[in-house]
């Protein structure tokens, strides 16, 4: 059974760092691209980054671009979401999410609040 | 990037009722289109890919359809455990982009 589990949200002043973690399990993880997708409270779906299988190549929405950094650690299945100069329209909840390029499965998502 | 308008942004139906949600896009997208549908507070859930595939475990009252660039979910049966939202998604280029989402009530 594929699985995916976020975790490292919470809440974080504007400005500061946050790094969020998505452990991968039933799937073998390193034939997959994977990705982030973020949703605001009370709005809608929004990509937000994506890796290659192999981490050498990612992508990124404008608004994250020099700012957040996706990541990966095939040899522990897990994938990463840096997240740097934290602005309050970043609040959401992060999904992480496998890509084929369609998001087939998807995580349970972390909220992440950036506020003072 | 590429737009993606979708319609109705809400609507309620009746059980057994024929519901369809329609997503427009701003440029071809060939069959790269994907449906999901959402429940409060839980991730989406894929139905449909390749724009009329239907995903493992799908019930097969849902379908996909596509004309142009305007693609089409179709629920042939509404029944009780489909309200939710739901969102269309082009995968054909980055940004991927999503529509606007539909809520969808039971009457």
């Known amino acids: 059974e594929v699985q995916l589990v976020e975790s490292g949200g919470g809440l974080v002043q504007p400005g500061r760092s946050m790094k969020l973690s998505c452990a991968a399990s039933g799937f073998t993880f390193n034939n997959y691209d994977m990705a982030w997708v973020c949703q605001a409270p009370k709005k809608g779906l929004e990509w937000v980054a994506t890796i290659s299988y192999d981490g050498s190549s990612t992508y990124y929405r404008d608004s994250v671009k020099g700012r957040f950094t996706i990541s990966r650690d095939n040899a522990k299945s897990t994938l990463y979401l840096q997240m740097d100069s934290l602005r309050s329209e970043d609040t959401a909840t992060y999904y992480c999410?496998?890509?084929?390029?369609?998001?087939?499965?998807w995580g349970q998502g972390v909220m992440v609040t950036v506020s003072s | 990037d590429i737009q993606m308008t979708q319609s109705p942004a809400s609507l309620s139906a009746s059980l057994e009722e024929i519901v369809t949600i329609t997503c427009q896009a701003s440029q071809d997208i060939g069959n790269w289109l994907a449906w999901y549908q959402q429940k409060p507070g839980k991730s989406p859930q894929l139905l449909i890919y390749?724009?009329?595939s239907l995903a493992d475990g799908v019930p097969s009252r849902f379908s996909g359809s596509r004309s142009g660039t305007q693609y089409s979910l179709k629920i042939s049966r509404l029944q009780v455990e489909d309200p939710g939202i739901y969102y269309c998604?082009?995968?054909?280029?980055?940004?991927?982009?999503f529509g606007g989402g539909t809520k969808l009530e039971l009457k």
């Open positions: 999410a496998r890509e084929i390029p369609f998001f087939d499965y």
């Open positions: 998604l082009q995968g054909y280029s980055a940004p991927w982009t």
């Open positions: 390749g724009a009329t």
